[in-house]
C-alpha cells in the first residue's frame, strides 16, 4: 500500500462492497490489481474487521495498535516542561494585599492530568451522551434523530445496525419508544 492509487481503491471496494449483517462486516470482492500498466491478475479477497472501518464504530478495541508503543514522553508532553518552568517564579516580586501569599495560592488547584477514558463503541456514546441530557421529551426527539454523515456511515447495513444495538442496549426503565436512524450520504 505504498502507492496512493492503492489507498484510493482499496477504500473505493470498501465503500461499494462492505456490508454490515447483524454487528459483523463480511464483503468478498475480485480485486485485479495492476503493476506498471500490466495486469497483475486478480484475486478473491475477503475483507476482514481488521482492515474495513466501520467496525471500529461497534468494536473501538479492534483498531487499537496493540504492537505500536506510544512515543515518548518528551516527544508529545513537552510543553508540560515548558509550562511548570512557569510556575518557579519568586512570589516576593509580586506583592499583594493578602498577607504574603502569592497570586495563586488562593486558587484550588486541579489535578492536571485528565482522566482516561476508555474506548467505548458508537452505540455505547449514543446513549451516555442522549441520556445525560436529562429531560425526557429532549431524549425521545434525539433516540428519534440519529444521523449518520460522512466517512463509514456510506457502509450499507451499518444505520439498521446501529439502531438494532441502541434500542436493545436502552435501559427498560427508559420511556423510548422509538429509535431512528438516518444515513445522509454526501456526494463530493
Not at 433516540?143 to 457502509?155: K, M, R, Y
Amino acid at each position: 500500500m505504498s502507492n496512493p492509487i492503492d489507498m484510493l481503491m482499496l477504500n473505493k471496494i470498501k465503500e461499494s462492497y462492505s456490508q454490515i449483517k447483524t454487528g459483523s462486516i463480511d464483503a468478498a470482492v475480485l480485486v485485479h490489481s495492476y503493476d506498471n500498466e500490466r495486469s497483475g491478475g486478480h484475486q478473491k479477497t475477503r475483507l476482514s474487521a481488521i482492515n474495513v472501518p466501520p467496525m471500529g464504530l461497534l468494536y473501538p478495541r479492534v483498531l487499537v495498535p496493540e504492537e505500536y508503543p506510544p512515543p515518548p514522553r518528551s516527544w508529545f508532553q513537552d510543553y508540560d516542561d515548558m509550562l511548570e518552568d512557569t510556575w518557579q517564579t519568586s512570589d516576593g516580586l509580586y506583592p499583594s494585599g493578602n498577607g504574603g501569599f502569592g497570586m495563586w495560592d488562593s486558587y484550588p488547584m486541579f489535578p492536571t492530568r485528565l482522566k482516561k477514558f476508555d474506548n467505548i463503541g458508537l452505540v455505547e456514546a449514543i446513549i451516555s451522551s442522549v441520556l445525560s441530557t436529562g429531560r425526557v421529551d429532549l431524549q425521545k426527539k434525539l433516540f428519534g434523530s440519529i444521523q449518520l454523515v460522512g466517512g463509514a456511515a456510506s457502509t450499507a447495513g451499518l444505520a439498521q445496525v446501529l439502531e438494532q444495538r441502541v434500542r436493545t442496549k436502552i435501559s427498560a426503565n427508559q420511556s423510548i419508544e422509538k429509535v431512528e436512524v438516518r444515513r445522509i450520504h454526501l456526494k463530493t
